[in-house]
């Protein structure tokens, strides 16, 4: 769980104004279950505000996962995307306690194969462009999944990202608080695989407040775990099972089919060594976007896996 949720307070359900939204961060990082807590999820348009609420808070430093505005084809979304990372690049340098280490940016709903070449060429000029913001962080690129083309949607976001993987990863929503907004597990296990095949930095953001997945009464639908979805990422990478498998893991609502102890998880005939955890988190950069840290905590000591 070290560093795997990226607090989004600010998005729904929580949709916590950004003061509350920092409190609550600070909140978190200076608790005893701080370990699970990484960046700070904003979008670009609030970092100016953010700003000067962390020099009420006397910040010293936070780490940031910025939101671009959503890709687009025509000159003005380009014109707006890089007016976008500008404005942020002055901020950071201005407000040296201010990291960005990582970037989040949808891309286009419909994406045609003719259009793939110009989104091809926008993409690599946004990579290049916010690398010169911070060498050293990574843009997640998130195609919409919730239509009949999640599938070419998926290749297409892989296609981009594999122009320069060492500067750019795959974002998958996952959920969010309508029935409508959860994929399919088709889909999950799906963007699971192909980016565990190429090798690609991976994260989740929405509807991952609960470790398994289970139905809920508000939405009117089976909702995905965040155990389902990282530990088959982990299996997917060291195991490389079938589609197949992979669907089943992230199908899965029994605890009792994911055992614990202090150095290997295990399901059915997979075993996840500390280690092994480790290197995958580290090399595909695991993460999810989550606006509770409570409810995670919460029914881990439920499941008797944290006290």
């Not at 280490?101 to 949808?106: A, G």
């Not at 399919?184 to 799906?190: K, N």
């Not at 498998?245 to 089919?257: F, L, P, Q, R, V």
Request: with cysteine; glycine share 4%.
């Amino acid at each position: 769980m070290s560093g795997l949720i990226d607090y989004a307070g600010l998005f729904p359900p929580a949709s916590l104004p950004l003061d509350k939204a920092i409190a609550e961060y600070l909140y978190y990082k200076k608790s005893e279950y701080s370990f699970p807590v990484s960046r700070f999820v904003v979008p670009a348009s609030s970092v100016e505000n953010l700003k000067s609420i962390c020099k009420e808070h006397n910040v010293k430093n936070i780490n940031l996962s910025v939101l671009l505005p959503e890709m687009g084809f025509d000159e003005k979304n380009e014109k707006n995307i890089f007016l976008a990372i500008d404005e942020l690049s002055n901020i950071i340098k201005s407000n040296p306690f201010i990291e960005v280490s990582s970037y989040e940016i949808k891309l286009p709903k419909n994406l045609p194969a003719a259009e793939k070449e110009n989104l091809l060429q926008f993409s690599t000029k946004i990579i290049s462009k916010v690398n010169k913001v911070n060498e050293s962080s990574v843009i997640f690129f998130e195609p919409f999944v919730l239509d009949d083309n999640w599938k070419n949607n998926i290749d297409i976001a892989c296609d981009v990202i594999l122009q320069n993987k060492e500067k750019s990863g795959f974002k998958l929503r996952t959920g969010g608080v309508t029935k409508d907004a959860f994929p399919h597990t088709d889909i999950v296990a799906y963007a699971i695989k192909k980016c565990s095949e190429l090798k690609i930095k991976f994260k989740a953001t929405a509807g991952l407040h609960h470790p398994l997945r289970h139905y809920n009464t508000t939405v009117n639908s089976k909702m995905h775990g965040f155990f389902n979805v990282f530990l088959g990422f982990l299996i997917a990478e060291k195991y490389s099972p079938t589609l197949e498998k992979i669907k089943g893991i992230i199908n899965t609502e029994s605890s009792d089919k994911f055992n614990f102890s202090d150095d290997f998880i295990t399901f059915e005939s997979f075993v996840l060594s500390l280690s092994d955890i480790k290197k995958i988190k580290a090399s595909y950069q695991l993460s999810y976007g989550s606006c509770s840290i409570d409810e995670p905590i919460d029914d881990l000591k439920t499941l008797k896996l944290m006290k």
